[in-house]
């Protein structure tokens, strides 16, 4: 399986900081990564796929990038409603699988 | 506006079976892959079941934990998405929620959409 590592697992930011998250996976994906943002007790949203393509509806201030192993999900400006939970996701291979998850708090 | 509504969760015993269901709507339902992913209890997201669609023949995978045990299913005729499990043990207690997954540019499906999940707690 290939196994997806994310860091950091947690970061405290500041409202209007810029945010960057890494995801590596064990093998190479290509560009078949997807990013999801969690808030506490709801259902995950899907932000990005294919890397760097934003979901519809999600704001520019979301952007993504890498491709191979080694991926980043970036947020600018950071917003109180951007206070979660994020995941990265391999879709290259079965099983799918995700990364631990980053959760972002409000430093 | 996408919507998925599961349905069926609740509690059962170990060795126990459930039959979770999901309504899609929104969304041209056949032409979509559809996945079931589930999230323990203060834990991150695993990957249950895929299936794909009627161009190819409505294939399934499943993760290892599952496989054998669990059954994804789909009838486009009714927009629904089902997941039969059997078997059932306590670390399947999860909220499992249902995903439609569309292609990319090189035809690799990814989960575009979520339904709000539904609780299945596995314990005597």
């Known amino acids: 399986d290939i196994q997806m590592t994310q860091s950091p697992s947690s970061l405290s930011a500041s409202v209007g900081d810029r945010v960057t998250i890494t995801c590596r996976a064990s093998?190479?994906?290509?560009?078949?990564l997807a990013w999801f943002q969690q808030k506490p007790g709801k259902a995950p949203k899907s932000l990005i796929y294919?890397?760097?393509s934003l979901q519809g509806g999600v704001p520019s201030k979301f952007s993504g990038s890498g491709s191979g192993t080694d991926f980043t999900l970036t947020i600018n400006s950071l917003q109180p409603e951007d206070f979660a939970t994020y995941y990265c996701?391999?879709?290259?291979?079965?099983?799918?699988?995700f990364g631990g998850g980053t959760k972002v708090e409000i430093k | 506006e996408v919507q998925l509504v599961e349905s069926g969760g609740g509690w059962v015993q170990p060795g126990g079976s459930l039959r979770l269901s999901c309504a899609a709507s929104?969304?041209?339902?056949?032409?979509?892959?559809m996945d079931w992913v589930r999230q323990a209890p203060g834990k991150g997201l695993e990957w249950v079941a895929r299936?794909?669609?009627?161009?190819?023949?409505?294939?399934?995978e499943y993760a290892a934990s599952v496989e054998g045990r669990f059954t994804i299913s789909r009838d486009d005729s009714k927009n629904s998405l089902f997941l039969q499990m059997h078997s059932l043990k306590i670390e399947d207690t999860a909220m499992y929620y249902c995903?439609?997954?569309?292609?990319?540019?090189?035809?690799?499906?990814?989960?575009?959409?979520w339904g709000q999940g539904d609780l299945v707690t596995v314990s005597s």
């Open positions: 995903a439609s997954s569309a292609g990319d540019s090189s035809l690799f499906y990814f989960v575009a959409n």
């Open positions: 929104g969304l041209t339902f056949s032409d979509h892959y």
């Open positions: 299936i794909r669609n009627r161009a190819k023949s409505y294939t399934t």
């Open positions: 093998q190479v994906i290509n560009n078949h």
């Open positions: 294919a890397a760097s």
């Open positions: 996701q391999q879709y290259n291979t079965y099983p799918l699988t």
